[in-house]
């Protein structure tokens, strides 16, 4: 059984993505001390993944003395205040559905639940190099594209908790643009995420197949086995047609972090995920891009556009920073 202790320097802080779950035992500073992690399978349902969550828990934080309580960073969109889903395009079948009683009674612990990217977020204010800034926003751009905005120091959830959703802003308008999950047609997510750049890979490599010869060959000859991985590749390694590919995402990038810097004008945007890995050695092109789609105001003072130096664990980090702000005795 874990101990809850409101005084305590240590909190339970969990991760729900669309690939992977995680679970850590974090101080009040933003230390990771323990990690646990594990597949979501999100098809298996969202009681299963509970369960399964509930045990990472229990594996970084059964031996500790007390925790002051359990924040849960998760994929969206969702209510957070009662951890509802709603239609949330990377966790199949879980619309509708929370996990936040289940997480309750099998941890023992109370449990806050924000969206990943907002937690993000709420993490960069306060142990990132945007440092106490008062305006925030949080981009990532992985299995799925989302945003956490922080507003006059505080976090915007909006009207039914589900603000943020920016990987729905359009960037594209074309016929050949693609769709989001949940059928936003020319959306960020839809053509800038992991998954949706594979899905460009491969039909930019069916379209063309004579000169995807490398992209191809990096697939085994299966044109069905690209993915962004192997598409970022590929185009390091020259091959023409998966370069048109990255300069388009690089463009659908620009676009939408443009539009944000427009509607918010934050002090800065930090950027993470996997597909800003990949792109993190052609950064200078993704600012390039936002500078030509932005706002003339970024011409002079600069595009305030970072790569996170959090990590993977800006959501884990964010999640800790809720639950003690939510369960720490005041």
């Not at 509970?50 to 003395?65: E, F, I, P």
């Not at 600012?287 to 105001?297: D, K, M, Q, S």
């Amino acid at each position: 059984m874990i101990k809850t202790d409101t005084n305590s320097n240590l909190t339970a802080a969990a991760d729900i993505g669309g690939t992977q779950i995680r679970a850590a035992l974090v101080t009040r500073d933003g230390q990771i001390l323990d990690e646990a992690r594990d597949d979501t399978i999100p098809e298996r349902g969202i009681e299963d993944a509970a369960g399964r969550l509930s045990n990472l828990v229990h594996q970084v934080a059964g031996d500790a003395q007390g925790v002051v309580g359990l924040a849960v960073s998760t994929a969206g969109p969702i209510n957070p205040a009662s951890g509802t889903y709603d239609h949330p395009p990377n966790l199949t079948g879980w619309h509708g559905k929370s996990m936040k009683p289940d997480l309750e009674r099998l941890t023992s612990l109370p449990v806050a639940i924000g969206h990943d990217a907002t937690l993000a977020a709420l993490a960069e204010t306060r142990f990132g190099p945007f440092k106490d800034a008062k305006n925030l926003v949080y981009v990532t751009i992985s299995t799925g594209i989302g945003g956490g905005i922080v507003a006059n120091g505080d976090m915007v959830t909006g009207s039914t908790g589900q603000a943020g959703e920016l990987g729905h802003i359009t960037v594209r308008t074309d016929p050949d643009a693609f769709s989001c999950g949940v059928g936003c047609h020319g959306c960020f997510e839809g053509n800038a995420s992991g998954p949706n750049i594979g899905r460009m890979g491969r039909v930019a490599a069916q379209n063309d197949p004579n000169s995807a010869t490398t992209l191809i060959e990096l697939a085994n000859g299966d044109i069905n086995n690209i993915d962004a991985r192997i598409t970022f590749e590929a185009a390091e390694q020259g091959d023409p047609v998966a370069e048109k590919v990255v300069l388009q995402v690089i463009e659908n990038v620009g676009r939408g972090l443009a539009s944000i810097l427009a509607v918010l004008d934050p002090d800065g945007v930090i950027v993470g995920g996997g597909v800003v890995h990949s792109l993190e050695h052609r950064w200078d092109e993704v600012i390039n891009a936002v500078r030509t789609y932005g706002l003339p105001r970024y011409e002079t003072r600069g595009v305030p556009v970072s790569v996170t130096q959090l990590g993977d664990d800006v959501s884990l980090i964010g999640a800790s920073v809720l639950s003690f702000s939510r369960f720490t005795q005041k």
